[in-house]
Nanobody, 122 residues
């Protein structure tokens, strides 16, 4: 079992930056694929970024070039650095862990955090 706790969300203005953190416990973190998803009001949850256990990274087209996912295996933590934020980035952001690899599909993940709200005002 893996427990995931997200932090770092908040209210910012367009163009600002935020860094989300996701602390993991309960399983060898270095063996997990990790991902960030988000869900805006009235929309389905969507893939944002993923990082494999080898630290290969993947991004959705909507955030590529603005967001950076990274992991610190010594701290059992995955980060999502979000720059040049837009109102369209407003959503609840979820951290997810996979026993296999990072995937753009929700079904590829076994564990989920509770989410952290990010609100970007114009």
């Amino acid at each position: 079992q893996v427990q995931l706790v997200e932090s770092g969300g908040g209210l910012v203005q367009a163009g600002d930056s935020l860094r989300l953190s996701c602390a993991a416990s309960g399983r060898t973190f270095s063996q997990l694929g990790m991902g960030w998803f988000r869900q805006a009001p009235g929309k389905e949850r969507e893939f944002v970024a993923g990082v494999t256990w080898r630290s290969n990274t993947y991004y959705s087209d909507s955030v590529k070039g603005r967001f950076t996912i990274s992991r610190d295996n010594a701290k059992n933590t995955v980060y999502l650095q979000m720059n040049s934020l837009k109102p369209a980035d407003t959503a609840v952001y979820y951290c997810a862990a996979s026993r296999t690899t990072a995937s753009p599909l929700e079904t590829g993940y076994n564990y989920w955090g509770q989410g952290t709200q990010v609100t970007v005002s114009s």
